[in-house]
């Protein structure tokens, strides 16, 4: 079933009914002048009536996620680090080994620099190697930003399989902080969580 909105209002404090447009590939633009540290306040009138949103200085939607959490009767796991890679392409590993005989399934992979050049890998390790059979399965180059990936994968573990997050640094410094994060749960395959 569609849900359709009915009408939308942009309002800076200035002038009370902004031009909304439509851009050809169906995403809401949003130009503005404000002051740093202002937002827009949009209203969203539909059926259920208003829904309140903010927009950035840069015209974003400003959107807050509630993190996702696993099915009753499964394990939790959040794997994560704050971790310094050396400079020119250094990179640190962050691991978990998927237990034995359960199934891993990967649900947001999250993280961000206070760096330029930054990238942020995410790998299914079948050998715990990171050999040539290393999968990748998220990559983000990131200049001091963060990123956040929702995913949908599962892995089953044998002892020796495992995830890997690695954060690269590539720029001339060192001791820059690279943080990434991963939520996902495990489960027995045959449970069908």
């Not at 050396?86 to 691991?95: E, M, S």
């Not at 410094?173 to 690279?178: A, K, M, P």
């Amino acid at each position: 079933m569609a849900t359709y909105i009915d009408k939308i209002i942009l309002r800076d404090g200035t002038d009370e009914n902004k031009t909304v447009e439509v851009t050809s590939d169906g995403r809401l633009k949003v130009e503005t002048f404000q002051e740093s540290g202002q937002y827009n306040i949009v209203k969203i009138t539909g059926q259920a009536g208003i829904n309140i949103a903010a927009v950035s200085t840069t015209g974003r939607l400003l959107v807050s996620d509630e993190a996702p959490a696993p099915p009753p009767g499964t394990d939790p796991i959040d794997i994560g680090a704050v971790v310094l890679p050396a400079k020119n392409g250094g990179y640190v590993d962050t691991t978990y080994t998927i237990t034995n005989g359960k199934q891993i399934h990967l649900q947001q992979f999250i993280g961000g620099a206070e760096t330029i050049k930054s990238k942020f890998e995410l790998y299914y390790d079948p050998d715990g190697d990171m050999g040539i059979n290393a999968v990748l399965i998220r990559v983000a180059y990131i200049n001091y930003a963060n990123f956040q990936y929702d995913l949908n994968q599962a892995y089953i573990g044998d002892g020796t399989a495992r995830i890997v997050m690695r954060a690269t640094n590539n720029t001339a410094s060192s001791g820059l902080e690279h943080a990434n994060f991963l939520t996902a749960y495990e489960d027995d395959p045959e449970s069908g969580a």
